[in-house]
């Protein structure tokens, strides 16, 4: 498939990736100075992250100063008992839907989240404690978040992430083949399936009717293996340099996104988690620069 310009967008992650080997948002800096270090990369679309408080016109008119576009964000939620916190992810998520739709963003990730404590995060990639009851559960809580991004006019598209209840391969198949495809879509991020040892491109060709819009990762193959035979847990295997810019790693990044279908209108949103170079500047430069040979080829 050709790569359109308008459709590659970042999500700079390197800006906040704190030296555990987490993710820190506190560590990001102004709005206004991302922008014009993405700007300068010439990268013109971003995933969407309204600040709680901007209204989203206000949002995309800033960002349009600088010549970028919104580009899809990302919802994440858990599984939990208590009808508060579960109240709350339906209520952000009915939130992040509704500003997507003022954004005029037609897509947004929805995943399982994370935290630091959790035992997928102590052992990664590889389906520790693997439960059919919990996954159940698991896509039962997707589809009822699905149905409320429906409610704003979105398409949900599932977001397969390391470190959760929905990391694998057989747990990603299991979610899409048990939910209507006219509830949720597909986003898969290339980088965390393979770090679980799926074949992105080939899940990418089973499910091309419903992939929505894409995650564009590197990193190295023989790390993520060696790490889940050796039983590391994510924040080591992170911070062991899992991760790099777009080109710079070893991932079949031109498979991946060849086994698109050829009518495939979502974004392709770089991500780099940590980055590789010596300052996330650097690293969004390079992204930059893999945009633009994928744009112009």
Known sequence: MKIR????????????????????????????????????????????????DMP?????????????????????????????????????????AAQHA??????????????????RVARPAVGHLAEQGRLERVRDLLAEIAGIIRAEGITPAF????????????ETRFILDTVDASLLGFGPDMGH??????????LVRDYADRVASVHIKDLDLGLAARAREAGWDYRRTVLAGLWSEPGHGNADIDGFVAA????????????VDRGARPTPQESVRLCGEWAAEQAGS
């Open 5 to 52: 310009q308008d459709r590659l967008a970042i999500n700079p992650l390197q800006w906040v990736a704190s030296a555990d080997g987490w993710i820190d948002p506190s560590l990001a800096p102004t709005l206004q100075e991302q922008l014009v270090v993405i700007r300068d990369a010439g990268i013109t679309a971003l995933h969407s992250a309204v600040p709680g």
């Open 193 to 202: 399936l393979a770090w679980a040892g799926a074949d992105p491109a080939k």
């Open 102 to 119: 003022e954004l005029g963003v037609p897509t947004v990730f929805l995943a399982m989240g994370m935290a630091k404590d959790a035992e």
């Open 56 to 96: 989203p016109k206000d949002y995309v008119e800033r960002l349009a100063e600088h010549g970028i576009s919104p580009a899809p964000g990302y919802i994440p939620v858990r599984l939990t008992e208590d009808a508060a916190e579960r109240q709350t992810f339906r209520d952000t998520a009915a939130r992040v």
């Open 260 to 271: 698109l279908p050829d009518d495939f209108d979502g974004w392709l949103i770089i991500e």
């Open 159 to 170: 977001h397969p992430h390391v470190g959760t209840w929905a990391e694998t391969e057989p």
